[in-house]
């Protein structure tokens, strides 16, 4: 799919931001916090959706409510130039938070939240047979502190 290149400004970085502090914020109250016309958020909105800048809006919740969830990093080998496809399906599993290229010895650095550790052990599985993983290495993350 061929989207519109649009390049954000200083305006579309702040949206986001918002938008990472309260992703349920009305149009009315981020028109309000960046001192814009309620239309001009939309329109922004819109923009970065389409632009595939915005791909989304989640929820966050306390640690306590999830404290069940069982969360972890995956670090991941890529076997020759196989990156952009392991990125594709990668995004497809949505127990992965968050994805990141890296350097080093790991081509790239999944989050991972599981609802459970049966949940954890299918992702885990499901990420070892995307072809072009070669190898890959799994933290659980214990605590914060």
């Known amino acids: 799919m061929n989207r ?3 390049i954000p400004d200083d305006l579309d970085r702040q949206l986001i931001a918002q938008l990472r502090i309260d992703g349920r914020a009305s149009l009315s109250k ?3 916090l960046l001192d814009v016309a309620r239309g001009t958020v939309q329109n922004r909105l819109d923009r970065l959706q389409e632009s595939g800048i915005l791909l989304g809006f989640t929820v966050r ?7 069940q969830s ?19 399906k990668l995004r497809g599993i949505a127990e992965i938070n968050s994805l990141h290229t890296t350097n080093g010895n790991w081509d790239l650095v999944a989050q991972i939240r599981a ?20 190898n890959s290495e799994t933290s659980l993350l214990l605590s914060s502190v």
């Open 30 to 32: 981020l028109a309000e």
């Open 4 to 6: 519109p290149h649009y």
């Open 115 to 134: 609802a459970n550790l049966g949940e954890f052990d299918r992702v885990l599985r499901e990420v070892r047979m995307i072809e072009g993983v070669s």
């Open 61 to 67: 919740v306390r640690e306590e409510f999830d404290s």
């Open 70 to 88: 069982v969360q972890a990093i995956m670090m991941i080998e890529v076997t020759g130039k196989a990156t952009g496809q392991v990125i594709r």
